[in-house]
Nanobody, 126 residues
Framework: QVQLVESGGGLVQAGGSLRLSCAAS????????MGWFRQAPGKEREFVAA????????YYADSGKGRFTISRDNAKNTVYLQMNSLKAEDTAVYYC???????????????????WGQGTQVTVSS
């Protein structure tokens, strides 16, 4: 059974940085795509970034390009989301997700991911 546990959220001032972590366990994740999504109150869950576990190719939503960096540590089975220059509109619950069937195109839709963490709150004060 795949388990994903996020950590690293918190309260930060606008312009600050946070690094989110997603500890993955239960499977060998080669072949998976790992994604970060976020959901603000009253809004739909939206794609933030994704990475192929094998090869490390990365994908970003326009909202995070140039500010967010997704990476993974194979030895620790952990995926990270480094977030810099944070804005008030980045405030949301951030979720880690895993897609075991990642094809040629990595999904940017929540429906494309089978496993989810519990989420971690990120609050950016302006």
């Amino acid at each position: 059974q795949v388990q994903l546990v996020e950590s690293g959220g918190g309260l930060v001032q606008a312009g600050g940085s946070l690094r989110l972590s997603c500890a993955a366990s239960g499977r060998t994740f080669s072949g998976y795509a790992m994604g970060w999504f976020r959901q603000a109150p009253g809004k739909e869950r939206e794609f933030v970034a994704a990475i192929r576990w094998s090869g490390g190719r990365t994908y970003y939503a326009d909202s995070g390009k140039g500010r967010f960096t997704i990476s993974r540590d194979n030895a620790k089975n952990t995926v990270y989301l480094q977030m810099n220059s944070l804005k008030a509109e980045d405030t949301a619950v951030y979720y880690c997700a895993a897609d075991p069937y990642a094809g040629v195109v990595v999904s940017t839709r929540p429906e494309g991911y089978d496993y989810w963490g519990q989420g971690t709150q990120v609050t950016v004060s302006s």
